[in-house]
């Protein structure tokens, strides 16, 4: 399959911790991807591969997977961390097709 | 580092060919990566739609391969996206953008980054 499934939108406390789930069979091959993306602005990279983070993004983000899971813990969140967030991996049949998750809306 | 930046027009009309180009600076275009495309309808989630590598070689979404056609010119280090028989369903953002590709010893990765800034087009008489 090369569907990516994530909660519509979650909410979290100022300084609390939420977890963004991404489900899909090709995450039992491919580490997921996840982008944070702001109203009108492109998404920025926030982890890739088993659990980095570009430089600039804050450690409070990190990346776990687990099975055909993958999650995104944001531990003490904060206001600006309020965005959609998108996982993605590449399709693994074998097609080398880029997926993109439904997307996360996280309010803080 | 390198920057992505998208042009071409910002309308057109049903049934017509939309025509975008990503012109890359700070980087060659023949590095070890895929340049890819993506869209974003209005209010809506991300949608790969394909990408190219310097050699020419092409991966296409199945929803759209048939309308899709990517290509690359290296002497002006920039890509290109042609999407024909458009309707208003093509309406959308879209990022051009450079994409990795990692094998581990369990999984392997996929990420893209930069990204573009994005360009509305829109299709409409």
């Known amino acids: 399959s090369s569907e990516l499934t994530q909660d519509p939108a979650v909410s979290v406390a100022l300084g609390q911790t939420v977890r963004i789930t991404c489900q899909g069979d090709?995450?039992?091959?491919?580490?997921a991807t996840w982008y944070q993306q702001k109203p009108g602005q492109a998404p920025v990279l926030v982890i890739y591969?088993?659990?980095n983070r570009p430089s600039g993004i804050p450690d409070r983000f990190s990346g776990s997977s687990s099975g055909n899971t993958a999650s995104l813990t944001i531990t003490g969140a904060q206001a600006e961390d309020e965005a959609d967030y998108y996982c993605n991996s590449r399709d693994s049949s074998g097609n080398h097709r880029g997926v993109f998750g439904t997307g996360t809306k996280v309010t803080v | 580092q390198v920057q992505l930046q998208e042009s071409g027009p910002g309308l057109v009309k049903p049934s017509g060919t939309l025509s975008l180009t990503c012109a890359v600076s700070g980087g060659s275009i023949s590095s070890s990566n895929w340049w890819t495309w993506v869209r974003q309808p209005p209010g809506k989630g991300l949608e790969w739609i394909g990408e190219i590598y310097h050699s020419g070689s092409t991966n296409y979404n199945p929803s759209l391969k048939s309308r899709v056609t990517i290509s690359v010119d290296k002497s002006k280090n920039q890509f290109s996206l042609k999407l024909s028989s458009v309707t208003a369903a093509d309406t959308a953002v879209y990022y051009c953008a450079r994409s990795y590709d990692s094998s581990g010893w369990d999984r392997s990765s996929w990420w893209v980054d930069p990204w573009g800034q994005g360009t509305l087009v829109t299709v409409s008489s």
């Open positions: 090709s995450l039992r091959s491919y580490y």
């Open positions: 591969g088993k659990n």
